[in-house]
């Protein structure tokens, strides 16, 4: 009789340390829950007004002038245009920066992107473009599309 009571004593406490532990984990999960929940709230209410506390200007980025400004065309004297050979004008009849397979400017537009200067950049952090009747010795001719 003295076992089945310490069986069932040990038994008892056993039960009552998993309950306990049960109980401690839940309450730790509780709060955490409960501060999530708390904060996305929070943040759901804080949206909204935080527009009204940004101009209209933090949206677009202005490095000297405005918005609008043209992009600054690389100029001939840069080391790397020099040992290209790049001038603004086309030295060669149909050949121009326009029709360059590394130009990626809009057709029609006086300047654009090419690949061969596309890290350059101008001193106000701006990158810099080409001439579209522009020529360099990097010149290739343009794939059509078939």
């Known amino acids: 009789m003295k ?3 310490t069986e069932g004593h040990n038994g008892l406490m056993s039960q009552a340390l998993a309950n306990g532990e049960n109980r401690a984990g839940n309450e730790a999960s509780d709060r ?3 501060r999530f929940l708390g904060l996305n709230l929070l943040g759901l209410v804080l949206a909204p007004t935080a527009s009204l506390f940004v101009s209209e200007n933090a ?3 202005k490095i000297g002038g405005t918005v609008d400004d043209k992009l600054p065309i690389l100029d001939p004297k ?3 245009a020099q040992a290209l050979s790049y001038t603004r004008k086309g030295r060669k009849d ?3 920066c326009s029709n360059c397979q590394l130009y990626s400017g809009i057709p029609g537009e006086e300047t654009g992107p090419c690949a061969i200067f596309s890290y350059r950049v101008a001193p106000s952090g701006k990158p810099l473009v080409v001439d579209a009747s522009g020529w360099c010795r990097a010149w290739a001719p343009r794939q059509e599309p078939a």
């Open 3 to 5: 076992q089945e009571t």
């Open 32 to 34: 955490s829950r409960r």
């Open 59 to 61: 949206w677009a980025v």
């Open 78 to 80: 840069d080391p790397q």
């Open 94 to 96: 149909h050949q121009s």
